[in-house]
């Protein structure tokens, strides 16, 4: 027999009764029953139970022994009775009866629990990663997790697609977010960077002519931390494909992504293939306020502007007088309620930074609620018969800028949604964000910039970009969204050299900054490019979704805190005085302004010794 074991404790059934078998694993939870002593052994595959007599030399080891200690037991299968048999465990219908047993190793008193899977502190568990990792949600999501990415490659595979590996150690690229700057030992003071996305590698293997990649790729983006965006790296499936349109994306795209959701959804339903909805940003941003609609709410936001202008109703009138908007966000069957649920809604947007909702409550057809008392009688009568509301329905308002009256609105949506249970459960349903805007106004630099991906085509292409506002240019720029959460963005790509030079000049780089830059891509096109086209979509998100988990630690191996820190390795930590002579690098660290004074920096150089 095997030194650690001839079964997994995931294995033995029913059929193994009267063999002798050999488990290893964790003591998982350990019951005193007077003369019986019942252990739950744990190991990857799963949980038996073992039996230990009183009168068994196995007795005092295991009586002594904590949780979590590693041992090895030998015994007998042996048939639970009916009474005794739990149908939850695949191994319920037997038990071993230990008749030796061997410590491999002890464990300590625990820092946090493994059985029960309590909520704990944050920063417990990721100091003792290793020992989170051993509970049950956490572990199942772990493997799961690798069977999805495993789903991804082969169906990629499938369909004509070769996974190749791009750099990690690369140049800086406008993606959006800082990058992981490295230094190098070799040219001093010059640095590379780890990458945002492998965007210009995938572009320029579709001019080296490989047409159809792909790669489960790992990017790093030095930015805040956030439910559903992790410090540090993440992973994406990564894609790009030659002599495409975007339709062409979406069509091959389509099959991949519902296969994936429908392998794991475990009953929930999902948006066929062939089916996902094609929603122009525009439109995604007036019916849900949101470039990432989460679609299982019935509920779409309209446009009540014109309802408002000149109607004597001081707050709105204001509003709409000087170019801001109205929009309306329908609650049905909110009127059956009580005042206090729409007083409530108000004050959430309070607590949300906006001045507050107006709103309308409907009871037995008779509108009240402050828009209705200020707006007047057949003023409200005409906006509740073009909302389509009901006799008991409520309805809330959103008013001020466009781009925060939205904002608003799209919140004001999701919450009316999960307030009054009108979030279809049980459900995935995807669908693309079309058609995004090319640039935007930045604000605080007063300028144009790039709304998205720079090296996206404009729609129009040269034509277009030279006659048109910039900020009407539209790009074939798309996004794949599920319940609420981008999941995917992609983009048809610039391919020729004069167009990109244009693009970036609207953003005040020129010609040299575009060579200087993005010199590798801009000599590419010069040598023969072809359309091409692709997406990447975020492995993490999909995951923590299909897994139904709140935030991306719960899917992640070795996460870091909302500090970026690791608290189960130590980083980031100070780097030893001769590591920076070798890099030549000087830490600047800032000092803590004085009062009423400004920061200043603090040069530490490494010793000289």
Request: charge should be negative; include cysteine; charged fraction near 25%.
């Amino acid at each position: 027999m095997h030194a650690y074991r001839s079964h997994t404790c995931g294995q033995l059934r029913a059929s193994d009764v009267g063999t002798i078998s050999r488990l290893s694993g964790w003591v998982h939870r350990k019951r005193d029953h007077g003369g019986l002593l019942f252990v739950d052994l744990r190991d990857h595959y799963g949980l038996t139970q073992v039996v230990i007599d009183t009168d068994s030399d196995c007795f005092p080891l295991f009586e002594r022994l904590r949780v979590e200690s590693v041992v090895t037991v030998t015994g007998k299968v042996v048939a639970r009775t009916l009474d005794t048999i739990n149908q939850n465990l695949p191994t319920g219908e037997i038990e071993l009866r230990a008749q030796e047993a061997t410590v491999l190793s002890a464990a300590d008193e625990l820092p946090l629990p493994v059985a029960g899977e309590q909520d704990y502190p944050e920063d417990i568990r990721l100091r003792y990663r290793f020992i989170d990792l051993r509970r049950e949600t956490l572990h199942a999501n772990i493997v799961k997790r690798t069977k999805i990415i495993a789903d991804m490659r082969e169906r990629m595979n499938a369909i004509g697609f070769t996974e190749y590996s791009t750099p990690i150690l690369t140049a800086s690229s406008p993606e959006g977010a800082r990058d992981f700057l490295v230094p190098s030992r070799i040219h001093p003071g010059e640095f590379y960077a780890l990458p945002q996305a492998p965007q210009q590698y995938k572009q320029l293997l579709m001019v080296a002519g490989f047409d159809r990649y792909f790669q489960i790729a790992p990017c790093f983006r030095d930015e805040d931390p956030r439910a559903d965006r992790l410090p540090g790296e993440f992973y994406q499936l990564d894609l790009e494909m030659s002599f495409v349109t975007q339709e062409d994306v979406w069509n091959t795209m389509e099959p991949v992504m519902a296969g994936v959701f429908e392998a794991f959804a475990e009953g929930r339903k999902v948006t066929p293939a062939g089916e996902f909805p094609r929603i122009p940003y525009a439109e995604a941003m007036l019916k849900y306020g949101s470039d990432k609609p989460d679609l299982r709410i019935g509920i779409e936001i309209s446009d009540v502007t014109e309802h408002f202008k000149g109607s004597g109703f001081g707050l709105f009138d204001k509003i709409t007088g000087s170019g801001g908007v109205v929009r309306a966000i329908p609650a049905p069957g909110a009127g059956k309620l009580s005042r206090k649920f729409f007083d409530d809604m108000n004050e959430w947007a309070r607590g949300e930074g906006y001045a507050g909702l107006g709103y309308i409550n409907i009871k037995d057809g008779t509108p009240a609620g402050p828009i209705a008392k200020n707006h007047g009688e057949e003023p409200t009568a005409r906006l509740v018969e073009a909302l389509g509301l009901g006799p008991d329905d409520g309805v809330f308002f959103a008013a001020g800028k466009e781009a925060d009256a939205a904002k608003l609105a799209g919140h004001a949506r999701v919450r009316v949604g999960e307030q009054l249970d009108l979030v279809e459960k049980d459900a995935f349903r995807l669908a693309w964000i079309v058609d995004f805007p090319f640039y935007e106004w930045d604000e605080d630099e007063k300028r144009v910039d790039f709304a998205h991906n720079p090296f996206s085509m404009p729609q129009g292409g040269m034509e277009a970009l030279s006659s048109q506002d910039p900020l009407s240019l539209k790009a074939y720029q798309y996004d794949l969204v599920c319940n609420g959460f981008e999941i995917a963005s992609g983009s048809i790509r610039n391919q020729s050299p004069d167009l990109m030079v244009a693009a970036f000049e609207k953003v005040g780089l020129s010609k040299q900054d575009v060579e200087e830059r993005f010199g590798g891509l801009y000599r590419a096109f010069q040598y023969g490019a072809p359309p091409h086209g692709g997406m990447a979509a975020g492995v993490d998100r999909i995951v923590m979704l299909l897994c139904g988990a709140q935030n991306l630690r719960e899917i992640t191996l070795f996460p870091m805190n909302q500090r970026a820190e690791d608290l189960l390795m130590g980083a980031p930590s100070p780097a030893a005085p001769r590591q920076l002579r070798e890099l030549h690098v000087r830490i600047v660290e800032p000092n803590k302004p004085a009062a009423g004074g400004q920061a200043t920096a603090r040069v530490v150089a490494p010793d000289a010794g």
